[in-house]
Every structure is written in C-alpha cells, then in structure tokens.
C-alpha cells in the first residue's frame, strides 16, 4: 500500500510545483492545471489516445468474444488454440512493436508487399493520421485479443448446458441464444473485459514510443508526422524526462487520472442501466 499511495500522493503534491528535478520547488498553486486546459498539444495527445483507444477496444472484444464462442463450441485442439491465441500477450510490446514498424514500412513492409502482389495500391501507413492510430490500434487488439477471449471462454463454459438445452427444446435458435442467453449471462464478465481495455487501451504508451520515438525537444514530429500518434501518456513522457517540467507532466497525470475514471464510470453505469432494462 505504501508503494501505491505515496507515489500518487506524492504526484499530486508535485502538480501543484514548479520543479525541474534537482532545483528547488516552487509552489504555483492552480497555475499547471490552468495552462494544461490552454495547452494545444495536451488535447491532441487526448484525442488520439481517445481515437485509439476506439479503434483498438471494441474490434477487440468483439473478436475475442467470437473466438471464445468458436473455441467453446468445439473440442479439438482448445489446449492448442488457447496457447496459440494467448502468446501475444506474453510477447514484449517492443518486439511487437518492432515487427509492426517494419511490417507496416512504406518502403519495405511486408503488408504494402502484399498489397502489391494482388495489385492494389500501397498504403502509407505511418506517414497519415489515421493509418497511423490503425496501425497502434491493431498492435493493441493483436497483443490484448487472445487475453480476453481466455476470460470469455472461461464464462462461457460456465453457463449451465441445461439452460442451453431448454432454450433449444423451446425452439430457439444459434443467433436467439446467443442474444437473450450468453450475452445477459456474460454481461459481468464483458464488463470486466471493457473496464480493463479502457483501462489499458487509454494509457497507450509503449507502441507509439517504439514506432515514432518520444524526444519531441529533437524532432518536432514525437508520435509520427503530425503527431498523430502522440499519446498522453507519451506527451507526458516529453514533458518529465525530456523537458524536465515534473510539475507539469504530475498535472497530465492527474488530468488524465480523471478523464479514465470518467470513462470507467461511464462503463459501469451503461452496463447497470442495461442490467435493470
């Protein structure tokens, strides 16, 4: 607990200073937070992390989901496809992150490659905004998918077959139980699944920093050319190691720290209102 609280308590006491690491504090009161709400490239940091966190959360459950009803409903070869499915997760985000760089290359990527066997036109695919984000978005559901479908199968071999057999016996279909069976049955365990991606998806930060580097003081296009891929947690990075402002990055911290609890409260009360629905 001492290791979890006083850092935070610490960060918060820091974003109320003005502190380059070594010299002494200077208390600024509200002055970071208020240059933080003017500060243009913090809410294009937030905005791609938002953008990302889209493109990557929902594709990815939705998969993982689809994979676990795959896998729940055969009996061949699971132990191998659960293995198969789960490596990701245990592979380092820089190595994957490495091979996503030289995949996705404009020149030399195998993916253009491919495009180019079957004639179609290559893609700049770190040189555009939203290739960009595409490109972070699908590093994140490649590592996360196979995470989440574990967790799915696991709930999903937990419903009672007597409830699948009755629902047949009644008529039901594939698609009917699916809908007004395994989806209320899962609801807990989807909104586990979305609290920790949201959790997760927003604090971004490894990927883009291996892709596009993270000195924005040496190059000015920190998170790919027009910064599209410039998270908050990377901008925060910038701000504490490489400019040195403490004060400052402890304010996005904190600012941020917010904007995930809003989001995993949001999460929450949908979920709920559905539940009594």
Do not use: C
């Amino acid at each position: 607990m001492v290791f979890l609280f006083l850092p935070m308590v610490y960060s918060l006491y820091l974003a109320f200073q003005r502190w380059d690491g070594i010299g002494e504090k200077t208390f600024v009161g509200l002055d970071q937070f208020r240059f933080l709400l003017d500060d243009p490239t913090f809410w294009l940091a937030l905005r791609n992390t938002l953008v990302i966190w889209g493109l990557a959360t929902f594709p990815m459950l939705f998969m993982a989901l689809a994979l676990a009803a795959m896998l729940n409903s055969t009996r061949r070869l699971t132990g191998f496809y659960r293995v198969a499915y789960f490596v990701p997760n245990v592979t380092s985000v820089v190595a994957v992150s490495i091979f996503f760089f030289s995949a996705f290359s404009d020149r030399y990527g195998v993916v253009n490659a491919a495009l180019q066997a079957i004639n179609l036109p290559s893609v700049p695919w770190l040189n555009n905004e939203w290739t960009i984000k595409a490109v972070i978005a699908m590093l994140m559901t490649w590592q996360w998918t196979g995470y989440n479908m574990i967790i799915y199968l696991a709930g999903l071999q937990a419903i009672p077959t007597e409830i699948y057999e009755a629902a047949r016996m009644d008529g039901a279909g594939p698609v009917r139980t699916f809908f007004s069976i395994t989806i209320p049955m899962m609801r807990p365990i989807i909104l586990f699944t979305l609290i920790i991606s949201t959790v997760n998806g927003l604090q971004s930060f490894t990927e883009p920093q291996v892709l596009f580097g993270s000195n924005a003081a040496a190059n000015p296009n920190s998170g790919g050319p027009g910064q599209a891929g410039l998270t908050t947690l990377l901008y925060f990075y910038h701000q504490a190691f490489d400019n040195n402002n403490f004060g400052y990055a402890a304010a996005i911290v904190w600012a941020f720290f917010l904007v995930i609890l809003l989001f995993v409260i949001i999460n929450w009360r949908t979920v709920q209102r559905g539940r009594k629905a």
